[in-house]
């Protein structure tokens, strides 16, 4: 039987700056902004997904840049790392290319076996890791900044903090399909199937201080589910839970359904199509500002409050 999910889908956060945003992740990291669209339920305010070549699940980083938002505050009950897979030999390409951008980061350490990660943030403080492994056979995006020998490849894991792991890991091996398949010292490694880009890991910290929202901080995880059926069936399963489900939204480029974990975080639920070649050419994916239907007669309200923003990595070579 097929599984009803199937890894991570894509990880969501809140930051406060559009520019700042787009150059650190396409300039510096070397992503694909694979598509600028709206906040669906603010439009407002942008929603930019970062990727690989075509955004699989797995590889996607998405923002919703609000402007001047206040920072947050990591902690528990939030998500507070995601970690990007690269090449075990582009360890010292990448410290070299985050002293060269002023981005500090924590000195390289060995977590599980063949795994190499260092820790710095973005400019809004997401907290951000490089796994260095090469048990990761994903391309990643070779045509930007990055050369193809060094670039991300996708998402390895997020690193969720709770009180307690109990109540989180029921939840993830009873209706979520995943199982524990590693842990060291206060982290519980879980994932949905065995390959980098889906590993879910708690870290049990009761003792730090309670996370708060805010700008540099993960607004919710989102899990791959293979079509509308198995997210109907995942649905029942949250809903018998008593975790109350939000009916099944729909995203243009997936659909989903939202709930808060036990400890805290937001979870979603997201198809694993239709994708982002949906309303744009492969070739062209993030160029255009793409608006969902029923905001296409507000298009040119909505293009005069958004700030102006541009993708232009030749600085970042
Ligand atoms: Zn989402």
């Known amino acids: 039987m097929q599984s009803l999910i199937t890894g991570i889908h894509h990880v969501t956060a809140l930051v406060s700056d559009a520019q700042r945003n787009i150059d650190f992740y396409t300039g510096i990291l070397g992503l694909r902004l694979v598509k600028k669209t709206v906040n669906f339920d603010a439009p407002e305010v942008y929603h930019f997904y970062y990727g690989d070549e075509d955004g699989n699940p797995g590889s996607i980083l998405t923002f919703f840049p609000y402007n001047g938002l206040v920072s947050g505050r990591h902690g528990k009950g939030m998500l507070n790392t995601t970690a990007f897979s690269v090449p075990l030999n582009s360890l010292n390409y990448w410290m070299e290319r985050l002293k060269q951008y002023n981005i500090s980061y924590k000195q390289p350490k060995e977590r599980f076996e063949d795994e190499v990660v260092i820790y710095f943030e973005d400019e809004d403080g997401l907290g951000l890791e490089l796994v ?48 524990l398949i590693a842990e060291k010292g206060n982290r519980f490694r879980f994932a949905a199937n065995d390959h980098p880009g889906n590993y879910v890991d708690i870290i049990c910290s009761p003792d730090s201080l309670k996370g708060l929202p805010g700008s540099g901080m993960v607004h919710h995880l ?24 939000t009916p099944v939204l729909d995203r243009n480029y997936f659909t989903s359904i939202y709930f808060r974990e036990p400890g805290g975080v937001l979870f979603e639920v997201a198809t694993a199509g239709p994708g982002f070649a949906i309303d744009e050419a492969k070739e062209h994916l993030g160029e255009a500002l793409k608006l969902p239907e029923r905001y296409e007669e507000e298009r040119a309200q909505l293009e005069m409050k958004l700030p102006p923003v541009i993708v232009n990595t030749n600085h970042y070579t």
């Open 132 to 179: 260095f492994n090469d048990n990761d056979k994903r391309a990643g995006f070779s045509r930007g900044p990055v050369p193809p020998g060094h670039s991300i490849k996708g998402i390895n894991n997020v690193e969720i903090w709770e009180e307690g792991y109990e109540r989180t890991a029921g939840l993830l091996t009873e209706q979520l399909d995943h199982r």
């Open 222 to 245: 989102a899990f791959s589910t293979p079509d509308e059926a198995s997210q109907n069936e995942v649905r029942l399963k949250i809903v018998k839970r008593m975790l109350n489900p």
